[in-house]
């Protein structure tokens, strides 16, 4: 019996998704059949192209109408449509994987996480760079005691398509729709692996910029001259104290010249450090031996983290087969009825954390994430 999925949402991330689930019986045959059941929008001429391009059998203007169709739902929809479809498919029974960050604050996180409580399904935050192999070589490494006790991590995520003052006005750009700008949009990822690797975020400090005040509408609905406000930040930075003492930094921006997609951290130990970027996904730079400095390990062995189920050893992977791991690791928890993670609770604590740091800017000075 296949699950039948319901997606909201069919541009960037339904591409991502639906790209993910097209690849699992090629390559993860033992992931549950699944079948692209509904897909939901606003545009029924866009929707149903995109159905046609996706490979979803059905399309509905209406989530209530998709909840009541499918085994999983999965909402890619901005950060303000988070919570009520989510919230709605839980009290239903079915599970429910979300974009991040978990939703556009954190009363509306609060919400979601509860109602995943209440439902004692599987849910899931989609953190897919937990499902780096690189990211779960290094988590190895730390587990097994090769860094020793953990004195930093540092984190930074930077982009550059906003640089341009000219760029067009989205919701991305609206505090009511998406809460945050980079912190939500980027640091979420940063913060979330930090918790992944290394442990909790107790306490943080954080500034927020808005770089361009004001932005260009285009399309349906923008005249010739009008522009919108920008509500939300355009680049922040944290220093942040980890569980058990760890100091961290944590930095994002979409100003960043030059950077299109630079996801990149360190974590430092007693004994060793790692290193790692986005944008050399298959490699991890391990340092055992201060003396001799950092070896790269390419991290594309068969016994490597989920490789055996792709290419012969030095045949790299790429971003989107992150969400083929994803999507096997969730849907493979849901057929099982086995917990995952990260899961709306995952995805509550970074909000907890994203939250303070907004509020640490505000009241300038170090607040407490409870």
Not at 61 to 79: K, M, S
Not at 175 to 202: I, K, N, P, Q, Y
Not at 231 to 256: H, I, K, N, P
């Amino acid at each position: 019996m296949s699950l039948k999925v319901g997606v909201l949402g069919y541009r960037f991330m339904g591409k991502a998704h639906a790209n993910a689930m097209a690849r699992l019986p090629m390559f993860f045959p033992e992931a549950p059949e699944v079948e692209r059941h509904t897909l939901v929008g606003r545009d029924e001429d866009a929707l149903s192209d995109a159905a046609d391009r996706l490979g979803f059998a059905h399309t509905a203007t209406d989530w209530e109408d998709a909840i009541e169709a499918v085994d999983v739902f999965y909402n890619l929809g901005p950060n303000h449509v988070h919570a009520d479809p989510s919230v709605a498919a839980l009290e239903a029974g079915v599970p429910v994987l979300s974009e991040k960050p978990l939703a556009e604050d954190l009363e509306s996180a609060e919400r979601m996480a509860a109602a995943a409580d209440d439902a004692g399904v599987p849910t899931a935050t989609a953190f897919n760079y937990r499902f780096v192999p690189a990211i779960r070589y290094a988590k190895n490494l730390i587990e097994d005691g090769e860094l020793g006790e953990i004195h930093h991590f540092r984190g930074r995520y930077l982009q550059d398509w906003l640089v341009d003052p000219e760029a067009p006005w989205s919701w991305r750009n609206s505090e009511e729709m998406a809460g945050s700008g980079a912190l939500g949009d980027l640091g979420a990822h940063t913060v979330d692996l930090a918790r992944f690797l290394v442990g909790d975020v107790e306490r943080v400090s954080g500034h927020l910029r808005t770089f361009v005040e004001q932005r260009p509408v285009e399309g349906e609905g923008g005249e010739a001259g009008e522009t919108r406000p920008v509500t939300v930040d355009d680049a922040y930075s944290a220093q942040a104290e980890l569980e058990d003492g760890a100091m961290a930094t944590f930095e994002a921006s979409r100003f960043a010249n030059g950077h299109k997609n630079d996801h990149a951290i360190e974590v430092h130990g007693s004994e060793g450090s790692l290193k790692f970027s986005l944008e050399r996904l298959n490699e991890l730079e391990v340092l055992r031996d201060r003396n001799r400095g950092y070896e790269t390990i390419l991290v594309t062995d068969e016994d490597d983290p989920y490789v055996d189920h792709w290419w012969p050893p030095g045949h790299v992977l790429g971003w989107e087969h992150t969400f083929v791991h994803e999507n096997f690791e969730f849907l493979s928890a849901v057929d099982s009825g086995s917990e995952y993670h990260p899961d709306f609770e995952d995805g509550l604590e970074v909000q907890k954390a994203l939250a303070a740091i907004q509020e640490s800017d505000e009241r300038g000075e170090w607040v407490d994430v409870e």
